[in-house]
């Protein structure tokens, strides 16, 4: 509340010293403010900087509205041009704007993780970057119009900055407030940024009615113009202070706590990004310390309680993934990953957060016939994942190789047999392949017999098979291995002489499994057990973890191993898994057993937990009752001393614990599903969605024509599982066909993923000043055609034709977003970069030149109709503001946009009466119909 009487106190404060110094002006230089009517017809002198006017100049009034039909169309058909172009700039500017770093941060605990930050803060981008983009024509028309009247002033290019400024405020936020259904509203999010931005946009044009007709009446001087120029940075730094509240903690005694952007840790804490919002000290604060981020991007927490609630934006979008992932697996169980990724991806792009980058695009290319920016984009990144994986499989090739690749036998096996298989798609040829034996621990002779020789797989076959012998003796010994290798491989498309000779046409080569090992387990011993390996890890989503209990050095007899779960950090009794345990049971000569746990899926995105499996001391089975009661061995002691020496050997081979007893189970997260979730964050980041990789995209993109049908038919097609495409309507053909030409020319411009789109960034910003350069020949010329004066002209046709996609992308924004901001916030930024940037450079140039050139009165730029559309426009967006923030504040409506439908229709009526009204009267100050004394 204190905000907003703030605003309008600022507001009714500023338009009165432009009035109060407006009369003194009057009194002061009566013989300035009268009215000049200037000759509107068309002569040498109209002469364009590109187009020269349409001779002969005295014609027939048939000829006059001919040539003004020309002149209009052709006005139109840039502003098309302008639309299509500045999409391409927009597209830069985004792929600009959401680049992100990586930062390593060192929580309370001392452990180190390295988290993700935007680099550009949003308030900064949208007043800097994104302005500019959305402002482009207005100042390129400003400043090439300068340069074009011989660095002298005119009306067109001031004009148009004006005129586009009330178009934007008063009819723009008119339909933003008319289109939000019934009952519904949208408040401005960042209000502290608004507030600073409508003072500015203000003080902007009150500004520059006191350089003109209060500081040097009639002349802008050096200092006033360059003044101009720096308060854009100005705007920007205050803008950027107030998002953060930098300086605020200076001066309150209250705590604060930063906010960085990350990824959630295994432990639950946040790493935040955003606002550094100030927080009141008091007992209920959770928030008890602060974040430092030392030179070097290194960040450290000190003691504090994160609050849970504060989410990053990375995190929220990571759980509305996460989320919408869930839901679509439950209701779509058949489909397979790659479509829900798309999916979800489509759901959640159309309910998150989007610059004015984005809606400005999408308006474009629905107007343009391109169709749904989000759903044809989403569809592309799939169609390039297919494209790969396609890709990925053609370079595959024929192998031979051991499967499997390890074999475990018991010493009386006597002989078995070793698999060779031969893979690929084209197996009409020879392969020939040698292969030997080789000793590890286990020699030939005394444990198996040597194998060497060669395979020959002819047209067509798969499989072959080498017998091995394995020597069967009475001594005790510990387990052995020896190995078989493949080597040599040879390819023929014809039998016998070629063997020896490779054909290298054909692609076929050995696999990754060349050598296969064979471990001769001894069969002399009952064995010792132990976990094949001390620690094993699982995603969250594989159901049952197995994990393998090995018996070496021996194999003989039935033994029975119990075993149990233990908890780690991963909780037993289904939370994190469920509770096993029992008693493994060896066969005779059986090798390994498996104990299986079910692991319980939360899909979790980031996870590490563990939990532990434990095995206890190994019992030979002696016989079962006739009851079926198991009685083991041991259940006999018998006194050493009174043993035989067979009886004693015997005790030494009775089953016994190896050195792994316990094995740690690691639950991570699911790599499926975290990959799917990182994929949904890279191809839904708008720079990423937006961008283009090559040229021949870039074309195929400008001369294909898609359906512009509305957002929420297509969310209804792709809930019930990916219906059929939208066609193209009749009117997107039509406009397809009318911006053809745009397209294919603009797709000359360097594809957005060139030098991080700084490359499609500068030449976008030629072509919009080329176009621009042609746009202020054809409204002088219309204007001088149909007799209606530059400053006429620029007021309404051409801040009307520079405005519209901005109409059309803030009416998408109000409807589309949660909140105002986008639709209602960057207005008045846009307004305030305009003059900033439209007048400072331009003025600057101007005046400096003249400045060297030593012209008597210096820069002369007249007052007249510019001075009253300028505080005309001041008192009308005074109005405006107003009422937006009564609105706000009110009780019966508690919205900028929407609200009752009495109230919003009211509204609408009201700004768009303000447009017309600033139109109307302008026009009749141009023309002289009245002096107000300017």
């Known amino acids: 509340m204190a905000f907003s009487k703030g605003l309008i106190f600022v507001l009714f404060l500023g338009i009165f010293c432009v009035y109060s110094e407006a009369s003194g002006s009057l009194n002061e230089t009566e013989d300035r403010t009268k009215c000049r009517p200037r000759g509107s017809g068309c002569s040498p002198r109209k002469d364009g900087?590109?187009?020269?006017?349409?001779?002969?100049?005295?014609?027939?009034?048939?000829?006059?509205?001919?040539r003004g039909c020309v002149y209009f169309f052709a006005l139109c058909y840039m502003f098309l041009g302008v639309s299509i172009v500045s999409d391409r700039f927009m597209s830069a500017i985004e792929m600009i704007t959401s680049q992100e770093k990586q930062v390593t941060v060192t929580r309370p605990n001392g452990e180190k993780a390295v988290v993700t930050v935007q680099i550009w803060n949003e308030t900064v981008s949208n007043l800097t970057l994104m302005a500019l983009g959305s402002s482009a024509p207005e100042i390129m028309l400003s400043v090439i119009e300068i340069i074009s009247r011989n660095f002298e002033s005119g009306d067109l290019g001031p004009g148009t900055i004006v005129g586009s400024a009330a178009f934007?405020?008063?009819?723009?936020?008119s339909i933003c407030v008319y289109v939000i259904p019934d009952g519904e509203g949208r408040r401005i999010e960042h209000l502290r940024v608004f507030v600073c931005t409508a003072s500015w946009s203000v003080f902007a044009y009150i500004w520059l009615y006191l350089i003109i007709a209060v500081f040097s009446p009639n002349e802008v001087e050096v200092?006033?113009?360059?003044?101009?120029?720096?308060?854009?940075?100005?705007?920007?730094?205050?803008?950027?202070?107030?998002?953060?509240?930098?300086?605020?903690?200076?001066f309150l005694q209250k705590k604060y706590t930063a906010h960085y952007t990350g990824t959630p840790e295994p432990n639950g804490d946040q790493i935040q990004n955003g606002d550094v919002e100030m927080q009141k000290h008091h007992e209920k604060n959770n928030h008890e310390g602060n974040l430092l981020s030392n030179h070097d991007g290194h960040v450290t927490f000190k003691e504090s309680k994160m609050n849970l609630a504060d989410l990053s934006s990375s995190d929220q979008h990571k759980r509305e993934f996460m989320k919408k992932l869930a839901e679509l697996k439950e209701h779509h169980p058949d489909l397979d990953m790659d479509k829900l990724e798309q999916m979800a991806a489509y759901e959640v792009v159309q309910n998150q957060h989007k610059s004015r980058a984005y809606y400005r695009i999408a308006a474009t290319r629905k107007m343009t016939g391109g169709g749904n920016v989000l759903k044809k984009n989403l569809e592309k990144k799939a169609h390039e994942k297919d494209h790969a994986h396609i890709e990925e499989e053609e370079e595959s090739f024929t192998k031979v190789h051991f499967d499997p690749e390890i074999y475990t036998v018991m010493e009386n096996v006597g002989s078995f047999e070793v698999t060779v298989t031969r893979i690929g798609d084209d197996l009409d040829f020879f392969t020939y392949v040698d292969f030997e034996t080789i000793d590890g621990s286990a020699n030939q002779g005394s444990d198996f017999h040597y194998a060497a020789g060669t395979l020959v797989f002819k047209p067509g076959e798969t499989v072959k098979e080498i017998t091995l012998h394995i020597v069967d003796d009475d001594v005790f010994e510990e387990d052995e291995h020896f190995s078989v290798k493949l080597s040599n491989l040879r390819n023929s498309k014809s039998p016998g002489k070629d063997k020896f000779h490779n054909d290298p046409s054909i692609n076929c080569r050995l696999g990754k499994t060349d050598e296969v090992v064979i471990t001769i387990l001894d069969d002399d011993h009952c064995g010792v057990f132990c976990f094949e390996e001390e620690e094993v890890t699982c995603p969250e989503n594989c159901g049952e973890v197995k994990i393998r209990v090995a018996r070496h050095s021996g194999a003989r007899g039935n033994i029975h191993v119990p075993f149990l779960t233990i908890d780690g950090t991963a909780k037993g009794g289904g939370v994190d898994y469920v509770d096993a345990f029992g008693e493994l049971e060896y066969t005779n000569d059986q090798t390994y057993c498996t104990i299986t746990v079910k692991i319980i899926d939360d899909e979790e995105y980031q996870k590490?937990?563990?939990?532990?499996?434990?095995?206890?001391?190994?019992?030979?089975?002696?016989?079962?009752?006739?009851?079926g009661t198991v009685i083991y061995e041991d259940d006999f002691v018998k006194d050493e001393s009174k043993m035989t020496d067979e009886e004693l050997i015997a005790t030494q081979g009775k089953p016994k614990l190896g050195a792994v007893t316990r094995c740690k189970v690691n639950i991570t997260e699911s790599k499926e599903f975290t990959g799917a979730v990182d994929r949904l964050l890279k191809n839904t980041n708008m720079g990423e969605l937006l961008s283009t990789s090559s040229w021949t995209e870039q074309f195929i993109?400008?001369?294909?024509?898609?359906?512009?049908?509305?957002?929420?038919?297509?969310?209804?097609?792709?809930?019930?599982?990916?219906?059929?495409?939208?066609?193209?309507?009749?009117?997107?053909?039509?406009m397809h066909f009318l911006t053809v030409f745009w397209k294919v020319l603009f797709a000359f411009i360097p594809p957005t993923n060139i030098m991080g789109g700084w490359a499609c960034f500068v030449f976008s910003i030629g072509g919009i000043g080329a176009l621009t350069a042609v746009i202020g020949d054809l409204a002088s010329?219309?204007?001088?055609?149909?007799?209606?004066?530059?400053?006429?002209?620029?007021?309404s046709f051409v801040a009307l034709g520079t405005s519209v996609p901005d109409t059309f992308a803030s009416k998408t924004a109000a409807v589309g977003d949660k909140t105002a901001d986008a639709s209602v916030g960057n207005v008045t930024g846009s307004n305030a970069v305009n003059v900033f940037l439209g007048i400072g450079i331009a003025w600057s140039v101007a005046s400096i030149y003249h400045k060297i050139k030593g012209t008597p009165g210096g820069f002369a730029v007249q007052p007249g109709a510019l001075g009253f559309s300028v505080t005309l426009f001041c008192i009308l967006a005074s109005i405006c503001i107003t009422v937006l923030v009564i609105r706000r504040v009110h009780k019966s409506v508690g919205f900028e946009l929407g609200g009752p439908r009495k109230i919003k229709i009211a509204t609408?009526?009201?700004?768009f009466g303000l447009w017309v009204t600033y139109v109307l009267m302008s026009a009749l100050v141009a023309y002289c119909v009245f002096d107000p004394g300017f």
């Open 49 to 66: 900087l590109l187009l020269p006017c349409w001779r002969p100049f005295e014609t027939t009034t048939a000829d006059y509205v001919a």
């Open 168 to 173: 934007n405020l008063f009819c723009i936020i």
């Open 223 to 250: 200092w006033e113009a360059g003044v101009t120029f720096a308060f854009f940075p100005l705007l920007v730094i205050i803008a950027y202070i107030t998002d953060r509240k930098i300086f605020f903690m200076r």
């Open 608 to 627: 590490l937990e563990h939990f532990y499996v434990e095995i206890g001391n190994p019992r030979q089975v002696a016989r079962k009752s006739s009851t």
């Open 701 to 734: 993109e400008a001369i294909s024509v898609s359906a512009g049908g509305d957002d929420d038919d297509d969310e209804e097609g792709d809930e019930e599982g990916g219906g059929e495409p939208s066609m193209p309507s009749c009117m997107d053909y039509v």
């Open 781 to 795: 010329h219309f204007g001088c055609t149909v007799g209606l004066k530059d400053a006429v002209t620029a007021i």
């Open 908 to 911: 609408s009526i009201l700004f």
